[in-house]
């Protein structure tokens, strides 16, 4: 990416709370992504794994079973926009595989997640965490349309820190994204899945945080012993380089440079 292309993404990302990525997987890669996804899903309904609701299909770290899919926590172009937004030792907190698409078959709970207005932010202190703290990073495998329930967002909500009422009506936006690009949200921004629909719509939510942010689960212990075999640009996002020691006699500073 172009210097003048990263400083454009950067200037519209904290002035609207999101910008846009095209073309960071091809068609093909998405099909055989997808491919891949419906594979574990079944294993996991096998196993009776917690795998979303009638409302959607959700596979936390879906890398687990299957380590070459850790390709789609780090692009290129999405990295070097993290960099400039957090730093160089950024990490994953939490990534997921979704199909948005309401399915009679999966009637696990009645709950249409994700409905109501929300921040990925925290609230401490009844405030919301101040914009630029972390980020998301939505990969579309399948076309987000209007039809398939595409992501809905508060433009320049980010900048908001008092929480909003999760059910009000607002001024929003879709986001629609051809299949393998990327959108960046910062985590501030307010936003919800759209309106339920039966059309598949796949993609990956990844969130990314200071090198100090707790992920949601340990990802080394996830992995085991085949852990060290992980490409290193892997383990560093995965928190290998930032996770604290024992003790002071160990090692001093959390970071591992």
Request: overall charge positive.
């Amino acid at each position: 990416m172009l210097k003048d292309s990263l400083n454009k993404k950067i200037r519209e990302i904290k002035r609207n709370g999101i910008c846009f990525l095209p073309n960071q997987l091809s068609s093909t890669e998405c099909s055989k992504t997808i491919a891949l996804l419906e594979k574990i899903l079944k294993k996991r309904i096998k196993k009776n794994h917690n795998i979303g609701n009638i409302y959607g299909r959700m596979l936390i770290s879906y890398f687990h079973d299957n380590p070459l899919l850790l390709k789609l926590i780090n692009f290129s172009d999405v990295d070097l926009v993290l960099k400039k937004l957090i730093d160089d030792h950024y990490v994953l907190i939490t990534s997921n595989a979704m199909d948005g698409s309401y399915n009679e078959r999966y009637k696990f709970s009645d709950n249409p997640a994700g409905m109501e207005w929300h921040s990925d932010s925290r609230i401490v202190g009844g405030n919301k965490l101040d914009k630029g703290f972390n980020y998301l990073v939505l990969v579309a495998l399948d076309n987000f349309t209007v039809n398939n329930g595409a992501t809905l967002y508060i433009p320049k909500s980010h900048l908001i820190r008092k929480p909003i009422k999760r059910f009000k009506t607002y001024k929003k936006k879709n986001i629609l994204i051809k299949k393998g690009s990327v959108a960046i949200l910062d985590a501030a921004l307010y936003h919800r899945r759209g309106d339920i629909s039966e059309i598949r719509r796949w993609s990956i939510f990844s969130m990314y945080g200071p090198w100090f942010m707790k992920p949601y689960y340990n990802f080394e212990k996830m992995f085991g012993k085949k852990f060290k075999s992980i490409d290193k640009k892997y383990q560093k996002l995965l928190h290998y380089n930032s996770t604290p020691p024992k003790n002071h006699n160990i090692r001093v500073h959390t970071l591992k440079y």
